[in-house]
């Protein structure tokens, strides 16, 4: 089993509709959760960040996660064309005195005019 | 812009040789981070430097190596290359926390 597992999709919605991105893990070590947005060919870039169980809003992105069913949700309210792109979750635990970063494989997502 | 630098942009060479990709971190992080994207792949954990030590070590073929210099730049060396290698190749950098990190944009290496 992944220690990390995301739907690659894709996923196809109209403009102006709620997405709903998920994440689960098997590690309860996990202890700060990411979600990244990487458009074709560029470097992935860092949307939200939290640590531990929660939500967090900013603009029109929620992320939310819940340790207890080690699962994490990146939301997007109102899709726009521009955020057509692949969204990937990645996780942090201490591993001895290093952290390690465990990467989902990342969801397709095309938002349509 | 993450404030982390790649050169080359891009990079065209034949089977057999071997090539160096170089990463600026971004100013005062010490973690540095390799990984490989191939055509319609996740991201591939390759290897992390922190501080000029190695500190993981990813699915990095025997015929890659890396090493992160004082200065705290790292270069990734591919030798000995095939075509399968083509692929991009991104670094990232992070802070002390060494919880989220910052991409630079990648170097899209062509084997021909």
């Known amino acids: 089993q992944k220690e990390v597992e995301q739907d690659p999709g894709p996923l196809s919605v109209p403009e102006g509709a709620i997405v709903s991105l998920n994440c689960t893990y098997s590690n309860s070590a996990f202890q700060y959760f990411m979600w990244y947005r990487q458009y074709s060919r560029k470097g992935p870039e860092l949307l939200m960040y939290?640590?531990s169980s929660g939500n967090k809003e900013d603009g029109r992105f929620t992320a939310q996660v819940d340790k207890s069913s080690k699962y994490i949700s990146l939301f997007i309210r109102d899709s726009q064309p521009s955020d057509s792109a692949t969204y990937l979750c990645a996780m942090s635990a201490r591993a001895g005195n290093n952290r390690k970063l465990i990467w989902g494989l990342g969801t397709s997502l095309a938002v349509n005019p | 812009d993450s404030g982390v630098t790649q050169t080359p942009k891009h990079l065209i060479t034949a089977t057999g040789q071997r090539v160096t990709l170089r990463c600026s971190p971004r100013?005062?992080?010490?973690?540095v981070y390799w990984y490989q994207q191939s055509l319609d792949q996740g991201l591939q954990f390759l290897i992390q430097?922190?501080?000029?030590?190695?500190?993981a070590k990813g699915n990095i073929l025997e015929r890659f190596s890396a090493q992160q210099f004082p200065d705290l730049h790292s270069e990734l060396n591919l030798s000995s290359l095939e075509l399968g290698d083509s692929a991009l190749y991104f670094c990232?950098?992070?802070?002390?926390?060494?919880?989220?990190?910052?991409f630079g944009q990648g170097t899209r290496l062509t084997v021909v």
């Open positions: 990232a950098s992070s802070g002390d926390r060494n919880t989220e990190a910052f």
């Open positions: 100013s005062g992080d010490l973690s």
């Open positions: 430097y922190y501080n000029g030590e190695e500190r």
């Open positions: 939290t640590y």
